[in-house]
């Protein structure tokens, strides 16, 4: 049995703890938060059979085979370290840390310590963008030319939430406009060579929304985010031969393909209980095999994503 142990008890620990039941030969066996009580009432309430107020605490004790960190995007970094200096590898949330220097720090020292780490960006393992990778590299939609990424959602501004808290890493980009430009550049087979950024600011400084331009070997792409944004959402890839529209590209279950003359030639579409089992999966994989990265989310997309955020929020 693959034993995950999981540092953060908040919502999207609950998902993930969901995952894991339902992939073969894998158990949460342990959770830690920095309250006591919120760690044992988790554990109650999805029935993981240790709990525990320290993460230090946790790893010692249980050793488990891999750690998924489930914190705000400010403790990312230090969490991470803690994991890799008990040799414990590491599925972590997106965005995996706040800064291109971190990350190189994260990175450096997993490859010291021979540890696996990975960005947590499901998304690029789900049916739908699979499909539509496919469509492109056997040219379905022949030569990409422009192609068009946006992650955004309506929310109630409160300064004091995690989306809008500096002090809790709030913003578009970390919270989903690293959605947009690592689906892009998934899907499109490589980061770009040139990056122009512009964002606008919510009165506490974070980003309410952003938008990358970026240019690729062969076309022109944008990703774009918002916080405060009523907006479609969705990714569309237009080619010299057709388009692919992929609605709600990060959290959907479809894929359009449409020819030259604009009529759909084919429609995708496969349902999945819990996004989070491939990711989980890869993790299994990656760890069992003695990988440092996953051919997936490889730490150079990590890397280049966070060297995005460094541009857009250095002003």
Known sequence: MFRFAIIGAGKIAHEFCDAVRRCSECEVSAVASKSAERATAFAAEVGISASFGDYAAMLDECRPDAVYIATTHNFHYENILLCLSKKIPVLCEKPLVRTRKEAAEIFAEAEKQGVFVMEAMWSRFLPHIEKAREWIREGRIGTVELAHSVVAFRADYDPESRLFNPELAGG??????????????????????????????APTGVDRAASVQMQFSNCIGTAQSGLLTCTPEGITIGGSEGWIWLPHANTGR??????????????????????????????????QEGLLQSPVVPWEDTLFCAGVFDQALSD
């Open 254 to 287: 479809e894929a359009q393909l449409f020819n030259r003359n604009r009529v759909l030639v084919e429609h995708f579409i496969e349902d999945y209980p819990n996004g989070f089992t491939y990711e989980v999966e890869e993790t299994v994989r990656c760890v």
């Open 172 to 201: 578009s980009l970390w919270d989903v406009g690293v959605y947009a430009i690592e689906l892009l550049t998934y899907l499109l087979g490589e980061n770009p060579a040139v990056v122009q950024t512009m964002v606008s600011r």
